[in-house]
């Protein structure tokens, strides 16, 4: 009987001693973050000093956009200011009309920015004649990809494991005091 007993003990004990290596020996597949689709894209790339133009910022993983002009010779009015302020994205986009000065000539720089950060960049050139060629509805884009940090517990595996083993190590003391109790009170 006592030979049968250190057995099933050894065994107990292997396992007991096991389990946790196993446990730790399981590695989280690290997610894939979603790809960030921001882009700024706007209507035209070239104007006529005094018209207007429309910028779209679009993201697919933003909540709030902006745009800042910027212009070496002239200052682009975007409701009035140079930086716009921010608009929540509806369905992903967000349009902001861009005015130039009617004595404007040069080069405007429409940024994108989503969240604080700068999405890209589209330059429009702004022509001071009275004459300007037909629009043919090319549309400046330019995309970056910027990568989020994956947050969250993918380790679900691993903690039951360790609850199990919590169980497996309450009833082993259990069993043992149980067989043990009247005889060790002495």
């Known amino acids: 009987m006592n030979v049968r007993r250190t057995i099933a003990i050894a065994v107990l004990a292997g396992g007991i001693t096991c ?10 597949p690290s997610p ?7 882009r700024i894209t706007c209507s035209a790339t070239s104007v006529a000093a005094g018209d207007s133009f429309t910028c779209t910022v679009t993201s697919t993983l933003g909540d ?10 002239f200052d682009a ?15 992903g986009a967000a349009s902001f009309t861009v005015s130039t000065p009617s004595d404007a000539s040069g080069t405007v ?11 890209g960049s589209v330059a429009v050139d702004v022509t001071n004649t009275a004459v300007l060629s037909e629009d043919t509805g090319t549309t400046a ?46």
Do not use: C, H, W
């Open 64 to 73: 709030k956009a902006a745009l800042q002009t910027s212009a070496s010779t």
């Open 32 to 38: 894939e973050p979603p790809e960030d689709q921001s």
């Open 109 to 119: 720089t429409a940024t994108g920015i989503v969240d604080g950060g700068a999405v």
């Open 19 to 28: 389990a946790p290596a196993a446990a730790f020996a399981y590695v989280a």
């Open 141 to 186: 884009t330019e995309t970056t990809s910027a990568v989020l940090s994956a947050t969250g517990f993918a380790g679900t595996t691993m903690a039951l494991g360790a609850g199990v083993l919590l169980v497996a190590g309450a009833t082993t003391v259990i069993v043992a005091a149980r067989r043990n109790g009247p005889e060790d009170a002495q």
């Open 77 to 91: 009015a975007i409701a009035g200011t140079v930086t716009s302020g921010t608009k929540a994205l509806r369905s």
